[in-house]
């Protein structure tokens, strides 16, 4: 059976829509591809071109554009009765935004995002700190920048870059892989100089946030 090679010069959509691009060579027909969901996705078969020699034979290259990341591509072809699995690729986070707040946002850029906050508190003792309050969610300042971006388990759901999770442990792990640190009150994900920190009950074990802030603030 012929390779199945990964080609990133065939992304010739909209990123935010296509997010995988694989190349399927075979030198039999493909002669249909199916999805494992119901989301779609879009071939594209290219004509088939003989190979040189006295055997020659027809190779067939499918370009299929995955439109959900989350599916597998099943690729049968009938000729030799066989089936091709195409993996989906893994999930990225690079911690870039939780909650679409980065820790490059100020005071009027969270606002304009979120909307006005319920309450504004400003530390007593270190006037440079302030704690914009929205529900579920605290986002604290430093000098008007953001510090820390924190979710409650109360919330539900905390979206990590563009995708939203629900605020489990397992939900949270599965997307991100195993954490990088593991403390009495609960785990931490590191990339680069973003961490995210689900905090968890010391005598329970159950979520009481997911908090989002910079190594610098460690």
């Known amino acids: 059976m012929g390779s199945i090679t990964s080609d990133a010069s065939l992304l010739n959509a909209d990123p935010v829509t296509v997010h995988h691009a694989t190349s399927i060579t075979s030198n039999t027909s493909i002669t ?37 990341e989350k599916d597998d591509i099943m690729i ?24 679409k707040v980065n820790l490059q946002d100020d005071e009027a850029i969270v606002v304009r995002k979120l909307g006005k906050p319920q309450a504004i508190t400003i530390d007593p003792d270190i006037s440079v700190m302030k704690t914009y309050e929205y529900k579920d969610m605290n986002i604290g300042f430093v000098n008007g920048i953001v510090d820390y971006v924190q979710v409650f388990a109360t919330a539900g759901t905390i979206q990590i870059d563009n995708e939203v999770l629900p605020i489990t442990i397992e939900d949270v792990t599965n997307a991100l892989g195993g954490p990088d640190f593991e403390a ?35």
Do not use: C, M, W
Request: glycine content about 4%; overall charge negative.
């Open 32 to 68: 249909s591809i199916t999805s494992n969901t119901s989301n779609t996705f879009v071939p594209l078969i290219t004509p088939a071109t003989p190979f040189s020699g006295d055997n020659a034979q027809q190779e067939t290259i499918v370009q299929a554009l995955v439109l959900n």
């Open 184 to 218: 009495e009150d609960g785990l931490v994900f590191q990339r680069n100089e973003y961490l995210i920190k689900i905090f968890t009950d010391e005598t329970t074990g159950n979520v009481v946030s997911v908090d989002y802030y910079h190594l610098s603030s460690t």
């Open 76 to 99: 049968q072809d009938e000729a030799q009765d066989t089936e091709i699995r195409v993996e989906k690729q893994d999930r990225v986070f690079h911690l870039l935004e939780v909650n």
